[in-house]
């Protein structure tokens, strides 16, 4: 930007605003280049063969789902998310439900001791605290017991896309970001009335 000295000193108020003018587009620059990069760097990534991202580096994911009366939604969930292409070692689920729930409490029992060989699934019974109870509490009490360096939530009625934790960890590693949502699809059991 040319600015004559002429009007410069006609209007000396014109230096400072044409600084502050020239930081916000140095800031606006800045800020465009650190999306490119990002940008860039995701077309050169290195693809599977179905043409996914495929991420360096596998950190290890830990999967909590609270469920709360989901007798009919969690074996779904979990199927879903036990049929996700990553690395069984680096994949923990969490099945968190609380202790006046016996029936899903039952139920991911089960599926704790029936899931898939080297796939760690643990069931933690919220317990009673001073906090109220809900799905805060049992997240909180979830994450006390995850191992991963990434950390998940899923809802008992999601059924998640098999990519989802890959692309987590392409998105974690090499895409540059700090935390990602999801798509998923949605699932009501069906219920029929006799009468």
Not at 51 to 67: E, N
Not at 90 to 110: M, Q, R, V
Not at 140 to 154: D, K, M, P, S
């Amino acid at each position: 930007m040319l600015v004559h000295r002429a009007a410069v000193a006609a209007a000396p108020g014109v230096v400072p605003l044409l600084a502050v003018a020239l930081l916000c587009l140095g800031l606006v620059l800045a800020a465009n280049l650190y999306n490119a990069v990002a940008v860039v760097r995701s077309l050169f990534a290195s693809r599977g063969a179905d043409g996914k991202r495929v991420p360096a580096h596998y950190p290890r994911i830990s999967v909590l789902a609270p469920a709360y009366q989901e007798e009919k939604t969690l074996p779904r969930c979990i199927e879903s998310i036990t049929a996700m292409d990553y690395p069984r070692d680096k994949l923990e689920i969490l099945l968190i439900t609380e202790p006046n729930d016996p029936i899903t409490g039952g139920i991911a029992e089960e599926l704790t001791t029936a899931g898939p060989p080297g796939l760690a699934v643990k069931h933690i019974v919220v317990t009673e605290t001073n906090e109220p109870p809900g799905k805060p509490r049992a997240l909180n009490q979830g994450l006390e017991h995850a191992t991963g360096e990434v950390v998940g939530v899923i809802d008992a009625e999601d059924i998640v896309d098999p990519s989802l934790c890959a692309a987590a960890a392409y998105e974690l590693g090499e895409g540059g970001f700090d935390a990602m949502p999801s798509r998923v699809s949605w699932t009501w059991p069906t219920t029929s009335t006799d009468g």
